[in-house]
């Protein structure tokens, strides 16, 4: 048998793939826009607020062969994944890559937890917005793409999903996150069915479960117990860094990972081993 190409630049090749990061003016999203800008993708970021979207895009054009292009969009109903989509389609026709990042988390008490702001909002922008999205883009996914170059969708999901500490360092005294960790495991079990639904059409869907990275979601509790108690907890002694996020986003995007459908990766350093959360309480 005559060996392929495996050299690195054609295994982890994603040069002209057209990718679109939802929340991706900041934190994780912000870091994997940047790792495909980097390598010669065509990205495009959306998120809620333009001024933010701008800025990241200037950010990462700096070190970036094709500049980054921004929607403003919110992914918080079905009218706002339509609107995005539309939007999208009259830029584009086809899409290589979608990243569901779009994601929100609330913190209450547990016996006056809100339903509207605590619930509602959080699985539709954490679950729902994935399925819109995806199914909304599915056709531009499946264009030309063949089970040697299929189309990708990458969740990013949480090891919140796995972790069911809902009482801790990342939430206020007295308050926790009740509705996140059922959100982001719903997002594990929705990767899985789109994965299925769409393998045939040569579209693989697999998501991603960071630990604890710096973002705008973990500030709260990355201030209150601070970064060095927060990076001796974690099992590697740091944070997750831009490094680890596009490293992991730019394989599951690229021909190395064309026949890898369904997962769900850890991405937390060895966290999930360390117990319960740094100062975490379950108390009813």
């Known amino acids: 048998m005559t060996l392929p190409d495996l050299t690195i630049p054609s295994l982890f090749n994603v040069k002209g793939k057209i990718v679109l990061v939802t929340g991706g003016g900041s934190g994780i999203g912000k870091m994997i826009a940047a ?14 607020k333009e001024a933010q979207l701008k800025e990241a895009a200037a950010d990462i054009s700096k070190s970036s062969p094709i500049p ?6 919110n992914v918080g109903s079905r009218a706002g994944c339509d609107a995005l989509i539309k939007e999208f389609r009259k830029r584009e026709n086809k899409l290589h890559v979608l990243v569901n990042n779009s994601g929100i988390t ?29 199914a909304g883009l599915s056709d531009l996914l499946i ?17 919140a999903s796995v972790d069911p500490t809902s009482e801790g360092s990342l939430s206020s005294e007295g308050n926790g996150t009740w509705s ?22 040569h579209v ?10 710096p973002s705008k979601m973990t500030a709260f509790g990355i201030k209150t117990v601070g970064d060095e108690a927060f990076a001796a907890a974690q099992p590697t ?16 995007a690229s021909p190395a990972s064309a026949h890898i459908t369904g997962t769900h990766t850890l991405l937390d350093g060895g966290a999930r081993y360390r117990g319960a959360a740094v100062g975490a309480a379950t108390k009813l």
């Open 35 to 48: 790792g495909f800008a980097q390598n010669g993708a065509k990205v495009y970021i959306a998120a809620r």
């Open 68 to 73: 980054v292009q921004y929607i403003v969009a």
């Open 106 to 134: 609330w913190g209450g008490p547990f016996l006056d937890f809100p339903e509207e702001k605590g619930w509602d909002n959080v699985f539709n922008v954490n679950v729902k917005s994935i399925f819109y999205m995806t």
């Open 143 to 159: 264009k030309d793409s063949d089970n040697r170059d299929p189309g990708r969708v990458i969740n990013i999901s949480s090891t």
């Open 180 to 201: 996140y960790q059922a959100s982001k495991a719903a997002v594990n079990q929705l990767t899985s069915q789109l994965a299925l639904k769409l393998a045939r059409q």
């Open 204 to 213: 693989t869907v697999n998501a991603i479960l960071p630990g604890l990275f």
């Open 237 to 252: 002694g740091r944070f997750g860094a831009p490094q680890d996020m596009a490293g992991l986003a730019l394989f599951l």
